[in-house]
C-alpha cells in the first residue's frame, strides 16, 4: 500500500493499524495526517509507547496520557482513582482521537488497560471509548519488555494475565478491528544491497549471501577503545547492553579537556520504591559532564523545550547554579536543572528520586536507536539477546558503505518466529484495506472524509468542498475506460498508465478488466503484458479454485488458496478465464 492509500483511509475515520518496513514512512504518514486534522481544526491525541518515540511525533508517552503510569495492569480501584483524576478526565474527553506510536513495544495487558481507562472515563462501552484510535508500528522491531508490576495485586486486577506477549492478542485489539495498511515503499535506504540484506532478514531467509555483505563491513576489534574502533570517530555507537554503552561514553569523556562536574542522584521515601526509580530512570546515579560533551535528555519538559530522547551538546556551565547549559541541534541553549521522577500512592508520595534530566550519549542502546535514521553507525551485535535487535540496529543505517560492525552473534540476523507468519496475515489484511477503498467512487470517498471531520466538530476547508464538486464534475466512466484502452494500445504498462492518469494501478487493472470483458483487449495481450513466468504456471490452479468455489468473486479464491496469491494476481488471472464463473 502507498502512503498516499493509507493516508485516505485515515481521513474516513476507521481504526487502523498503520505498518511497514523500517523507513516506509510511517512517522511521516501519522505527522502528514495530523497536519490534515489541524488544519481543520481537530486535535488528535499524539502517543508513543516509549518517551524517544513520542519525540519523533511530538506526542507523550501513552502511560502518562492515560494516567496509567508505569503499570501494565489496574485493579479496579486503581481505574476509580485514574477516572477521578479532573485532568486526566478532561484530558480523555477532550480528546477524538488516539494515535499510538511503536505499538510493538506495548505489552497486551497494557493495551487492555489504556482501553479500560478510556471506556471508563468517557463512559462509552465502544472500544477506546470511541475513539478513533490508530495502531503504529512494526512488530519485527523491538518487543515490549516482559517485567512485573511495582506493587500489583494480581487478585484484584482488572485484566487478568494474559499468555501472549504481543499487543495484537489483546482483546482491545481485537474489538477495535483496525484496518491494516501495510506500507510498501521506502524511503531510507537506497543501497539495493543493503536492502536485500534487510529484506531477508525481515523474511526469515538470511544466508551466505547476504552475511557477506555484513562480513565486508567488519571492522576493529570488540572491547577496543572507543577511539579505536574503526570508522569515523563522531559516528553513533550502537549496542545491546548499557554496559558497553557507558564504556564507550566514559571513554568519549575522558578525552575531552578539564576536570568533570560531577551530579549526584538524590532520593527520599521508601527504599525498595526509590530502588526500583533508580534501576528505570535513564539518568545515571552519578553524572560527570564536561564541556563538549554530548548528551541526551531523559525526561519530558515541553515547557522547556525538551523531550526523554532530544539531543544535544554541553556547551558551559552556569557559575552560580553549577548547572550545565545544553546546545540543542536546533542551535537553542537550555540550562538544564534536576528534575524528579516519583510514585504516589492514594495521592501521596511512596518514593522520589531527582536527578538533572540528562545521560551521555556518544554511544546508545539499541533500544534508544529505535526510530532513528542515520548516515553511518559503529555497532556491535556480538550480545544481542531479542529477537528482532539485530535488526532495528541495522535498519537504523542508510546504505552499507554507512555500517561498521564490531562483531555478531546468530540471534542479530532473526526475527520473532511468531511475528513472521503475522505478518503474513497484515500483508493479506492489507490487500483487503486497499481493495475495499479502492472500489469506492471518489466522490462517496471524500463525502466519508468530510462527515468525518463534521462529526469531530471540525471546519472543512475550502479546499475540501472543491475537491468533491471536482469528483462530482467527473468524465462518464466510458470516458475514463477508452483512455485507458488508449494507453494500453501504445504499450504502456500498468505502472505508467496509472502514473499518466493519476489513478492507482488497482483502478487501471479493474478498468483493463472490464475492456476484456468487453472483448476491447484480447486475452493473448494480457498473458503477454501482465503475466509473470510464475503467476502463468498457476493458472491452472487458481482457475480450478474459481470453478471449485462457482464464484467471480477474489476473497473465497484467495482464502481458498491461503494466500498465495495476491489480490492483484488473482484479478489477472479470472481476466482469462475460459468462461466467466456464475
Same mark, same amino acid.
Given at each position: 500500500?502507498?502512503?498516499?492509500?493509507?493516508?485516505?483511509?485515515?481521513?474516513?475515520?476507521?481504526?487502523?493499524?498503520?505498518?511497514?518496513?523500517?523507513?516506509?514512512?510511517?512517522?511521516?504518514?501519522?505527522?502528514?495526517?495530523?497536519?490534515?486534522?489541524?488544519?481543520?481544526?481537530?486535535?488528535?491525541?499524539?502517543?508513543?509507547?516509549?518517551?524517544?518515540?513520542?519525540?519523533?511525533?511530538?506526542?507523550?508517552?501513552?502511560?502518562?496520557?492515560?494516567?496509567?503510569?508505569?503499570?501494565?495492569?489496574?485493579?479496579?480501584?486503581?481505574?476509580?482513582?485514574?477516572?477521578?483524576?479532573?485532568?486526566?478526565?478532561?484530558?480523555?474527553?477532550?480528546?477524538?482521537?488516539?494515535?499510538?506510536?511503536?505499538?510493538?513495544?506495548?505489552?497486551?495487558?497494557?493495551?487492555?488497560?489504556?482501553?479500560?481507562?478510556?471506556?471508563?472515563?468517557?463512559?462509552?462501552?465502544?472500544?477506546?471509548?470511541?475513539?478513533?484510535?490508530?495502531?503504529?508500528?512494526?512488530?519485527?522491531?523491538?518487543?515490549?519488555?516482559?517485567?512485573?508490576?511495582?506493587?500489583?495485586?494480581?487478585?484484584?486486577?482488572?485484566?487478568?494475565?494474559?499468555?501472549?506477549?504481543?499487543?495484537?492478542?489483546?482483546?482491545?485489539?481485537?474489538?477495535?478491528?483496525?484496518?491494516?495498511?501495510?506500507?510498501?515503499?521506502?524511503?531510507?535506504?537506497?543501497?539495493?544491497?543493503?536492502?536485500?540484506?534487510?529484506? &531477508?532478514?525481515?523474511?526469515? *531467509?538470511? @544466508?551466505? #549471501?547476504?552475511?557477506?555483505? +555484513?562480513? $565486508?563491513?567488519? !571492522?576493529?576489534?570488540?572491547? &577496543?577503545?572507543?577511539?579505536? *574502533?574503526? @570508522?569515523? #570517530?563522531?559516528?553513533?555507537? +550502537?549496542? $545491546?547492553?548499557? !554496559?558497553?554503552?557507558?564504556?564507550?561514553?566514559?571513554?568519549?569523556?575522558?578525552?575531552?579537556?578539564?576536570?568533570?562536574?560531577?551530579?549526584?542522584?538524590?532520593?527520599?521515601?521508601?527504599?525498595?520504591?526509590?530502588?526500583?526509580?533508580?534501576?528505570?530512570?535513564?539518568?545515571?546515579?552519578?553524572?560527570?559532564?564536561?564541556?563538549?560533551?554530548?548528551?541526551?535528555?531523559?525526561?519530558?519538559?515541553?515547557?522547556?523545550?525538551?523531550?526523554?530522547?532530544?539531543?544535544?551538546?554541553?556547551?558551559?556551565?552556569?557559575?552560580?547554579?553549577?548547572?550545565?547549559?545544553?546546545?540543542?541541534?536546533?542551535?537553542?541553549?537550555?540550562?538544564?536543572?534536576?528534575?524528579?521522577?516519583?510514585?504516589?500512592?492514594?495521592?501521596?508520595?511512596?518514593?522520589?528520586?531527582?536527578?538533572?534530566?540528562?545521560?551521555?550519549?556518544?554511544?546508545?542502546?539499541?533500544?534508544?536507536?529505535?526510530?532513528?535514521?542515520?548516515?553511518?553507525?559503529?555497532?556491535?551485535?556480538?550480545?544481542?539477546?531479542?529477537?528482532?535487535?539485530?535488526?532495528?540496529?541495522?535498519?537504523?543505517?542508510?546504505?552499507?558503505?554507512?555500517?561498521?560492525?564490531?562483531?555478531?552473534?546468530?540471534?542479530?540476523?532473526?526475527?520473532?518466529?511468531?511475528?513472521?507468519?503475522?505478518?503474513?496475515?497484515?500483508?493479506?489484511?492489507?490487500?483487503?484495506?486497499?481493495?475495499?477503498?479502492?472500489?469506492?467512487?471518489?466522490?462517496?470517498?471524500?463525502?466519508?472524509?468530510?462527515?468525518?471531520?463534521?462529526?469531530?466538530?471540525?471546519?472543512?476547508?475550502?479546499?475540501?468542498?472543491?475537491?468533491?464538486?471536482?469528483?462530482?464534475?467527473?468524465?462518464?466512466?466510458?470516458?475514463?475506460?477508452?483512455?485507458?484502452?488508449?494507453?494500453?494500445?501504445?504499450?504502456?504498462?500498468?505502472?505508467?498508465?496509472?502514473?499518466?492518469?493519476?489513478?492507482?494501478?488497482?483502478?487501471?487493472?479493474?478498468?483493463?478488466?472490464?475492456?476484456?470483458?468487453?472483448?476491447?483487449?484480447?486475452?493473448?495481450?494480457?498473458?503477454?503484458?501482465?503475466?509473470?513466468?510464475?503467476?502463468?504456471?498457476?493458472?491452472?490452479?487458481?482457475?480450478?479454485?474459481?470453478?471449485?468455489?462457482?464464484?467471480?468473486?477474489?476473497?473465497?479464491?484467495?482464502?481458498?488458496?491461503?494466500?498465495?496469491?495476491?489480490?492483484?494476481?488473482?484479478?489477472?488471472?479470472?481476466?482469462?478465464?475460459?468462461?466467466?464463473?456464475?
Amino acid at each position: 500500500m502507498t502512503q498516499a492509500q493509507a493516508l485516505q483511509i485515515l481521513k474516513t475515520g476507521v481504526n487502523v493499524f498503520l505498518t511497514g518496513e523500517p523507513g516506509s514512512g510511517k512517522t511521516h504518514i501519522v505527522n502528514q495526517y495530523v497536519a490534515y486534522l489541524r488544519a481543520r481544526g481537530v486535535e488528535p491525541a499524539i502517543t508513543a509507547s516509549t518517551g524517544i518515540a513520542a519525540t519523533h511525533i511530538g506526542g507523550m508517552t501513552i502511560h502518562s496520557w492515560s494516567g496509567i503510569g508505569i503499570k501494565s495492569r489496574l485493579s479496579n480501584y486503581e481505574l476509580d482513582e485514574i477516572s477521578s483524576n479532573e485532568y486526566i478526565v478532561k484530558r480523555l474527553r477532550r480528546a477524538k482521537i488516539l494515535i499510538i506510536d511503536e505499538v510493538s513495544m506495548l505489552l497486551p495487558e497494557t493495551l487492555s488497560s489504556i482501553d479500560a481507562v478510556c471506556r471508563e472515563v468517557r463512559q462509552s462501552r465502544e472500544p477506546f471509548g470511541g475513539l478513533q484510535v490508530i495502531f503504529v508500528g512494526d512488530f519485527f522491531q523491538l518487543p515490549p519488555v516482559m517485567k512485573k508490576d511495582m506493587e500489583e495485586n494480581a487478585q484484584t486486577a482488572i485484566i487478568k494475565e494474559l499468555p501472549a506477549r504481543f499487543a495484537y492478542d489483546s482483546p482491545a485489539w481485537t474489538r477495535a478491528k483496525p484496518m491494516v495498511c501495510y506500507l510498501t515503499e521506502q524511503y531510507r535506504q537506497d543501497d539495493d544491497n543493503y536492502l536485500a540484506v534487510l529484506t &531477508a532478514i525481515r523474511h526469515g *531467509v538470511f @544466508g551466505d #549471501e547476504h552475511l557477506r555483505h +555484513l562480513e $565486508s563491513r567488519k !571492522v576493529g576489534a570488540r572491547g &577496543a577503545p572507543a577511539c579505536s *574502533v574503526g @570508522g569515523p #570517530e563522531q559516528a553513533p555507537k +550502537l549496542f $545491546s547492553h548499557n !554496559v558497553d554503552v557507558d564504556r564507550v561514553n566514559d571513554e568519549m569523556l575522558a578525552k575531552l579537556p578539564d576536570a568533570s562536574r560531577k551530579f549526584i542522584m538524590s532520593a527520599r521515601g521508601r527504599d525498595r520504591v526509590t530502588d526500583a526509580l533508580k534501576k528505570s530512570c535513564l539518568s545515571p546515579e552519578t553524572l560527570a559532564l564536561k564541556i563538549g560533551a554530548a548528551v541526551m535528555f531523559t525526561k519530558n519538559n515541553l515547557k522547556e523545550g525538551f523531550a526523554n530522547g532530544t539531543l544535544g551538546t554541553v556547551s558551559d556551565f552556569n557559575e552560580d547554579s553549577r548547572y550545565p547549559i545544553v546546545k540543542m541541534r536546533n542551535g537553542r541553549q537550555i540550562e538544564v536543572a534536576p528534575m524528579d521522577w516519583m510514585v504516589e500512592d492514594n495521592g501521596k508520595i511512596i518514593g522520589q528520586i531527582s536527578q538533572l534530566p540528562l545521560r551521555l550519549a556518544w554511544a546508545i542502546t539499541v533500544h534508544k536507536s529505535q526510530g532513528m535514521s542515520m548516515d553511518e553507525a559503529v555497532m556491535d551485535l556480538s550480545d544481542v539477546f531479542e529477537f528482532g535487535q539485530g535488526y532495528v540496529a541495522l535498519s537504523r543505517v542508510r546504505r552499507l558503505s554507512g555500517l561498521y560492525l564490531l562483531g555478531w552473534n546468530e540471534r542479530a540476523f532473526q526475527v520473532h518466529p511468531e511475528v513472521l507468519v503475522k505478518d503474513g496475515e497484515f500483508h493479506a489484511d492489507s490487500e483487503v484495506s486497499k481493495i475495499t477503498f479502492s472500489r469506492l467512487p471518489p466522490d462517496e470517498l471524500q463525502k466519508m472524509q468530510d462527515n468525518f471531520i463534521i462529526a469531530l466538530g471540525g471546519q472543512l476547508k475550502q479546499s475540501d468542498e472543491q475537491d468533491l464538486c471536482t469528483h462530482k464534475r467527473k468524465k462518464k466512466k466510458s470516458d475514463t475506460y477508452n483512455e485507458t484502452l488508449a494507453l494500453w494500445n501504445k504499450d504502456r504498462t500498468v505502472a505508467q498508465i496509472a502514473k499518466m492518469r493519476g489513478l492507482g494501478e488497482q483502478t487501471i487493472l479493474n478498468h483493463i478488466e472490464k475492456l476484456a470483458a468487453k472483448k476491447k483487449i484480447d486475452r493473448a495481450g494480457i498473458l503477454l503484458r501482465l503475466f509473470t513466468p510464475a503467476l502463468f504456471g498457476a493458472l491452472p490452479k487458481i482457475h480450478a479454485a474459481f470453478r471449485e468455489l462457482e464464484t467471480a468473486k477474489l476473497a473465497p479464491v484467495y482464502e481458498k488458496l491461503d494466500g498465495a496469491y495476491s489480490y492483484d494476481d488473482l484479478r489477472i488471472a479470472r481476466m482469462v478465464l475460459d468462461k466467466e464463473p456464475t
